[in-house]
């Protein structure tokens, strides 16, 4: 899925690719500081959703295993982590699967602090949403908080195409591997290994078709985000993560946004998850889905 996310940790690994990087927040202006008029405010504060009884997720939709739909319900990880967040708030959770688009500042502008030009509004929490300390500089009008996983970009292979020795990116300047198109790993790949490879790249619209080409024994290899690769493997097929020469962003960590006015929903939100990582249950919740758990260190 080529969505906001997936774009802003290309831009990031471009620039570790292609120059050096600033430290953090180094070439940062701050914005002009909004006025609170009434006019302006969007979304609500946590007195109100708990009076109310109900909390507001946005999350991607279309994206397995993360948040799709199922026999006309959303469901997924992220939707398990919205229910989490909202079970401890004492209030019922409603979720608003929303199309990614071009960039993270346009869901974050979209979902959480400004509202769509045209149709929805802005939801009380952003789920799914990258957290990168030089981005969160640039980004004042959301909190980024809630951390709960740290997602890398990983291969998955046919064991009876690689018996002996699990692929490495430099494989596929002669083997065939799978991704998604325009997503992180085909920027790496055509990156790293030049035109040469590009005939054994094989581009699919998302990734769980690229993962199809692995199953039924198409390609032997394919080259994602280690959550949808587990998400789609068979039996005949395994993950690794290998060292990924001049990979600025390998790995990431997954939180949450929220509207910068409204720092208790934040705070509480970011409760709400540490105890849920605390108590075993955010493992749980990766485990039904067939997926390895790697929660972010605690600052």
Not at 165 to 192: C, G, K, S
Not at 221 to 235: D, H, K, N
Request: proline fraction near 7%; charged fraction near 20%; glycine fraction near 10%.
């Amino acid at each position: 899925m080529r969505n906001g996310l997936s774009l802003c940790l290309m831009a990031t690994v471009f620039t570790v690719l292609g120059g050096a990087a600033h430290a953090r927040c180094e070439d940062h202006v701050p914005q002009a500081k909004p006025q609170n008029t009434a006019r302006d405010i969007v979304g609500t504060d946590l007195d109100t959703i708990v009076e109310r009884g109900f909390i507001e997720f946005a999350a991607y939709r279309d994206f397995p295993p993360w948040s799709f739909e199922k026999d006309g319900k959303p469901t997924g990880v992220d939707i398990e982590i919205g229910k989490v967040i909202a079970e401890y708030l004492g209030v019922d959770a409603r979720f608003n699967l929303v199309a990614a688009g071009e960039n993270l500042d346009e869901d974050l502008r979209n979902w959480v602090w400004k509202g769509p030009i045209i149709s929805g509004r802005v939801a009380n929490v952003m789920l799914h949403v990258p957290y990168d300390s030089n981005y969160a500089c640039r980004v004042e009008q959301v909190v980024f908080t809630g951390q709960y996983h740290v997602e890398g970009i990983a291969i998955a292979y046919r064991k009876d195409v690689y018996p002996d020795d699990a692929p490495v990116p430099a494989y596929f300047r002669y083997d065939q591997v799978a991704v998604e198109n325009d997503t992180i790993a085909d920027f790496y790949l055509t990156n790293l290994l030049g035109p040469q490879a590009g005939p054994n790249i094989h581009r699919f619209p998302t990734m769980g078709d690229a993962m199809a080409t692995l199953s039924d024994g198409q390609i032997g290899a394919a080259m994602g985000p280690r959550s949808q690769l587990e998400y789609g493997l068979t039996g005949d097929s395994v993950v690794h993560e290998p060292p990924m020469p001049g990979f600025g962003v390998g790995k990431w960590t997954l939180g949450v946004g929220v509207h910068f006015a409204y720092r208790p929903l934040a705070y509480s939100v970011d409760d709400a998850i540490q105890a849920a990582i605390s108590d075993g249950r955010m493992a749980r919740i990766f485990a039904d889905y067939g997926l390895t758990f790697s929660p972010p260190e605690l600052r």
